[in-house]
């Protein structure tokens, strides 16, 4: 229900609902991974702070004859303008959060359990590290328990040259393994 309709509170100064916004989204313009609402809102505030508006986007230098009028003519009219302080809108922020926060698909323990194995199984093949990695980040999914077992793994065939050589550290680091690789927990 928090998810479709948001959190509400009573705020006891006004009497009134106020919603309740996770403190990471005073971090949004920050975020690189959002840089549309970054570059929208910097963009925003530069102009807020620079005094400039959407109706001043163009030169202002054109008079209505079509010659341009000097820099200096064309600033002597203008007065300096107040700028009242942006405020967002409800509607607005909901937007944003909506589209900054998604909930991701449940895992199950079995499904976990699986994904797991997957990785230390891709573990125990010769250069599996850049896959193994690929399949940590498209999981999201990566047990630091195992991930110390793993490491030996990928870490015993690392001084050799041969073939050979490499097999055969890869099969002696696999055979030093407890049988409990995963995390107890």
């Not at 499904?111 to 990695?133: I, M, N, R, Y």
């Not at 002696?172 to 995390?183: D, I, L, N, R, Y």
Request: aromatic share 6%; with cysteine.
């Amino acid at each position: 229900d928090g998810q479709t309709h948001g959190i509400w509170a009573l705020d006891s100064s006004t009497n009134e609902e106020v919603p309740l916004i996770p403190g990471v989204l005073a971090l949004l313009r920050d975020n690189p991974m959002q840089s549309e609402f970054a570059c929208k809102d910097a963009c925003e505030e530069h102009d807020r702070k620079n005094g400039n508006s959407d109706d001043e986007a163009s030169d202002g230098n054109n008079s209505d004859t079509g010659s341009q009028a000097s820099a200096t003519s064309a600033r002597s009219g203008d007065r300096k303008k107040k700028w009242k302080k942006f405020v967002e809108s409800l509607d607005a922020i909901c937007w944003q959060v909506l589209n900054f926060i998604k909930p991701g698909e449940l895992k199950t323990v079995t499904e976990t359990v699986k994904t797991l194995e997957e990785h230390f199984q891709s573990a125990q093949v010769l250069g599996a590290e850049v896959k193994l990695k690929a399949e940590c980040t498209q999981t999201g999914m990566k047990d630091a328990y195992q991930m110390h077992f793993v490491n030996q793994l990928l870490n015993s065939y690392k001084g050799c040259r041969s073939l050979a050589t490499k097999i055969a550290a890869l099969n002696q680091a696999q055979s030093t393994m407890p049988e409990q690789t995963m995390s107890p927990v």
